[in-house]
Each structure stands twice: as structure tokens, then as C-alpha cells.
């Protein structure tokens, strides 16, 4: 069963407000920042609307070499400039941050035990993490606000946080939650969808394996801390027993994979139970993937491997396709999970899908997860996004201790990688089995992240991390096969082998001086002028 978190957006104003009203007597149908903390129910209404800043969908991974839209992209083609303003991904994660900093000063008022205050104050601490890992990912080092700020606080012209200053303190509110907080167990069905300590330590080992890999690959700091502290996170949620995966990786993102009866999933944004019982809705199926505005391309499609195990250039089982579903014939299951093929259910105008429509999914694939016709004919979804789930933590584990031990042993690979790729359908992976067939450890690794979380936006931060998007994204984006029996469109440009080329490799670059970092908002550094630019931005 699945119970709705229900967000609360009447106190939005209260607060985000700088100062409480200055009145004599308040109305009764009024309510001001210094009447309002003084229960449970006060600080859980407070933190629900933290909840409403958890990420919806979107069509990130077009700025990875996983995904491609209508038209290029700016950030992966590397042609984007500073922007003039501060956007979304900027202000959002700091009135994220401003929210959780509001909790944390004022829930102390209210009339409940130490305990209790603490849980709340645990989950904004968090949420405080997760906007600062937001713009950490992005820009490295910034403005450090741990407190609400007034319109004078020298808080404002204040420079950047060192990236060192900036992660410890994400350490320090992880730490603090993954105390805290209580076990999904504890949380059970009437809280369903709140943030459990388990949720703290899975997302602390994302954090530190972001970090431990970056300083690894780009040679600064000391990436055994940060990898340490993931190995450890991971295996603390592994170790609790309150996750396991869910049997049917396609019905992960659908109806069928939701509320507690699905221990996979550790943090989702919730949409609601129904049309009827629902925060808000999404149609992520038909204006995002439908409509072409994120397709998957040839680069991920040719990652799966065959069912032996083995990649399509090296697999015995490997046929040239001469029908678009002969791509997905002998594949690992999670490819037909993640693109949709031919005899799948499509929208209500077209019941079946045959193949790709080339005037909007470019790159002649499209992508399934989350892809259900009711939603497409009501287009007010209430399937909730997977932000974390308990597969990320099995391939942080293994990638972690891989990448701080140098090898990883058969029996870990087994606890991690090897029940996903049983999953999928797919041989073990042994050290052996690497040995024999001349493969990287450290590379197969990296493909089973890659296509086990394909369509959830990891991508480009694994790119950026690895070092290795200056390798990857100048390289021309490639499609599908052109099956020229099947497809319709007769204008699309294709190589010499007839693949489809969506966008020649003169046409991208990646500057490595400058673009494993985001620039700032040209605004932001006129309001501050303590507040430097980005190298090379």
C-alpha cells in the first residue's frame, strides 16, 4: 500500500520570510513565525515543505552522451556561455537551504521531547546536505550559509567556502541524520516516502563517492577519505537488511513498483496515490520521451551487453541486426526495460510501437522507463521519480571499494554487481571471467553503473568525476541502425556504415580547463564581489 506524504504549502511564505509581521494582535485566520512553533505537528508541517524541492522530472541526461533531445544541447556540446542570471539549479538549492536552516532555528521552540526534535531537525539537515551537494556537484566551492540570513548579514558578500569546507559540512548534516533518523522499519507505512536513516546513508555514499573518484581522477585531496567513507556508508545500508531489490527491474518505474511493499526504492518524489488522492501530477512519459525531447542514443544502446556476459564486439551470441528488434535479441533484459522496441505498448493514437518517429526521437530509439499509455492519454501521471534507490548503493559499494583497493574480490561482486546483473538476465562477473576474455574490472564496472541507472540522470556526474568527459562528449552522437524498410523519415544524415548520425563530432567540444566546473551567475558575482568566477568561465 502506498500513503501519500502530503506537502503542506501554506506556511511557503511564513517560511521564507526575513522577519516575522510586527502586529499588536494577530487574527485568528493569521499566523506568524513567532506563534507557529509549538508542536509536532508544527515542525512536521514545516519540513514537508522541504519535500517539495526534491527533484521532478526532467531531461538531464541530454547533457550526458546517454540522451540527445530535439536540438543539441549547450552543456553537452560544450558551446554554453555564463548565464546572466541566477537560474533554477542555482537559487532553488538556496532556498532549499534557507528553508532547513529555518527549521533548525526555530523548531527548538516548540513544546516536544528531545527525541522528537531531534528527527525533525535530523531530516532538515538532510535536506540542507542535498542542496549543497546540488551546488557542490556543480560549482565546487560556494557561499557556506548555515543560518537564516537578513537583508544586512555579512554572510552576503562573503566569499566562497573552500570545496574541502563545503563537503565536510555535508558530512557533518549526513552524519547527524543518519543518527537521528529513524529505519524505514520504524517509518512504516504511515510515513512512507519521509527520509529514513538508511535514505542519509545511501546518500552520504553517493556524496562520497562523487568526491573520493573526482580527487582521484583529477588529482587533488585525498580520495581514500572520501572512498573509505563510501565503502562504509553502502555497507551500512547493506548491512541493515531494510533493502533488497525489487523483482521486476521495468515495474520499478510504474504503479506496480510503489509504497513499502517495494524495499528498493530508499528516496522517491512522491505524485500521489491516484488522480484523486495526488500533490501534484507529471507527464513526463508523453511531453519528455514521446515527444522526443530525450532519446536514447547509440552509445548507451551499444553498453548492454549479451546475455554470455561479454560485449557486442567481443559476443559469439552478437548478430547484425537486419530488423530494428533483432538490436535487443540475446541482450541484457534491462535494455528491452529501458527502450522501447517493437510489439511494446506505445500511447492511446498508436497502441503498439513499431519503431522510433525521426522527426522527434532523433536518435531513432526511445527510451520506456516510467512509459505508461494510461498516462499518456490522461497525461497526469502520479508514477513517482526514483531518486535513490537501493541498486545505486550496490554499485557504490562495488565502484568505492574497487577504486580504493585496487581489485575487488569475487564475493563482493556477488553481493553487488552480480544481483543486478542476475537481474538482467546476464552471466556473473568473476575476476576470472574478466582474465579470460581480456576485459577491465574498472570498465565493467562502470558499464553496469551505466546501464542499470540509464534514464536517471547519473550520467553526466560520472563523466565529470571520471575526467573522462573530455573523452567522451567531443565524440559525434551516434543513433540507431537506419532500417530503411522501417523508418520513414528520408532526410536523416547517416555514416558510412548507415548509422544514424544526430550530430557531427565538429560540432561538440568539451575544454577541460574550464567545463568540469558550472560557471556562476554573472548576477550573482555583481551582488557579490567577493565571489569569484569559475576558471576559464
Known sequence: MKVLLKHTFVTLALLTSLAACEVERLPETNISDDTFWQSESDIKTANNYLYTFLPGFNTE???????????????????????????????????????????????????????????????????????????????????????TLTEDSPELTAPAASRDEVIQQIYEDLNFAIQKLPTPTALGTADYGRISNTAAMAFKARVALFEGTRAKFHK???????????????????????????????????????????????????????????VSTHSYYRSSLETGNMNPTGSLANSYLMKDGLPITQSPLYKAPVKSVDVFANRDTRMSATFLKAGDPYMTTKPVFDIANLVFNKTGFTFRKYANIDDWNTQASTIDRVLLRYAEVLVTYAEAKYELEGSISDADLDLTINRLRTRGGIAKLTNAFVKANGLDMREEIRRERRVELAQEGFRYWDLIR?????????????????????????????TPNNYI?????????FDPAKDYLWPFPVNELALNPALQQNPGW
Open 61 to 147: 541526461d541530454n547533457w550526458s552522451d546517454d540522451a540527445f533531445g530535439l536540438a543539441a544541447n549547450n552543456i553537452s556540446d560544450g558551446s554554453r556561455l555564463a548565464p546572466a542570471t541566477a537560474t533554477g539549479d542555482y537559487n532553488n538549492q538556496y532556498n532549499l537551504i534557507r528553508a532547513a536552516n529555518n527549521v533548525l532555528e526555530k523548531a527548538p521552540r516548540a513544546a516536544v521531547s528531545p527525541a522528537v526534535l531531534d528527527r525533525y531537525l535530523a531530516e532538515a539537515r538532510f535536506f540542507r546536505a542535498w542542496g549543497y551537494f546540488s551546488l557542490f556537484q556543480k560549482y565546487g566551492g560556494v557561499p557556506l550559509i548555515l543560518k
Open 501 to 509: 548520425l544526430v550530430q557531427d563530432a565538429t560540432f561538440r567540444k
Open 466 to 494: 571520471w575526467k573522462t568527459a573530455e573523452v567522451e562528449l567531443p565524440k559525434p552522437v551516434l543513433g540507431n541502425y537506419y532500417f530503411k524498410s522501417e523508418y520513414t523519415s528520408s532526410t536523416v544524415n547517416l
Open 220 to 278: 587533488y585531496g585525498t580520495p581514500a577519505t572520501h572512498l573509505t567513507q563510501a565503502v562504509e556508508a553502502a555497507k551500512a545500508v547493506i548491512d541493515s537488511k531494510e533493502h533488497d531489490l525489487f523483482a521486476d527491474y521495468f515495474n520499478l518505474f510504474q504503479l506496480a513498483g510503489e509504497g513499502r511493499q517495494n524495499r528498493e526504492n530508499i528516496i522517491v518524489r512522491q505524485y500521489g496515490v491516484s488522480n484523486t488522492e495526488r
